[in-house]
């Protein structure tokens, strides 16, 4: 994936807002801005991520945006190589904001699917945090065998504790997300893993978006 592209809008259909439909005056939850947001990548990196097999889009109503992997995997044990069980993909992201709002990741939901043996264990994970900024956020979700079935996992903040971009200062959002899977007490010689796509491509990963005005200069 170059550096810098715009990526189309072509992934919307799981797209949802997590914002009421009326603004509230008392300091909570704003209306999404009128103008839209440009999301642009400026690097994706990673082992579950090689490049050309990301992308993202942005929801037509800026409340969430999609990234869609067609080669995150995960594996352990059988045939696997010793750097197979863990994959990561840092998304380092360009957020063009309008003028006058800020925003935030209120909430992210995570699928794919998994084969863990009996014994076998896997991880999901993901942190996030502005460039330049001290606060990092982390959540993880383990799963255990026996699985074999699609996993789900999403990771929420509270209104009081979210991260907000920085207003009047142009700071790249960074995500990382991780995939990890250990044989633990299965059979070392099966094969166990996790994944965060699909084959048909239908798996996506949406990031929900808060926003709230800036303070008056």
């Not at 633990?184 to 094969?191: L, N, Q």
């Amino acid at each position: 994936m170059a550096t810098g592209l715009l990526l189309s809008g072509t992934i919307a259909a799981l797209l949802t807002s997590v914002l009421p439909a009326q603004h509230q005056s008392s300091g909570g939850f704003e209306d999404p801005p009128p103008d839209k947001i440009v999301i642009k990548v400026a690097t994706v990196n990673g082992s579950g991520c090689p490049q050309g097999t990301a992308a993202v889009a942005v929801s037509e109503d800026n409340t969430a945006f999609t990234v869609t992997y067609s080669d995150y995997l995960a594996q352990a044990g059988g045939a696997s190589a010793p750097t197979d069980f863990r994959k990561n993909c840092q998304l380092n992201l360009l957020v063009h904001v309008p003028q006058g709002f800020t925003y935030a990741v209120a909430s992210a939901d995570y699928r794919g699917f998994a084969a863990l043996q009996p014994g076998a264990k896997g991880t999901q994970r993901a942190s996030y945090y502005f460039q330049g900024s001290p606060n990092t956020e982390y959540r993880s979700h383990p799963f255990d065998g026996p699985y074999d079935d699609n996993w789900q996992a999403t990771d929420s903040t509270d209104w009081a504790q979210l991260v907000w971009a920085p207003c009047g200062v142009q700071r790249n959002f960074n995500i990382n997300t991780e995939l990890r899977v250990s044989t633990g007490t299965s059979d070392p010689g099966a094969v166990s893993f996790m994944t965060m796509d699909s084959t048909d491509g239908d798996i996506s990963t949406v990031y929900h978006l808060a926003w709230k005005e800036c303070p008056q200069s």
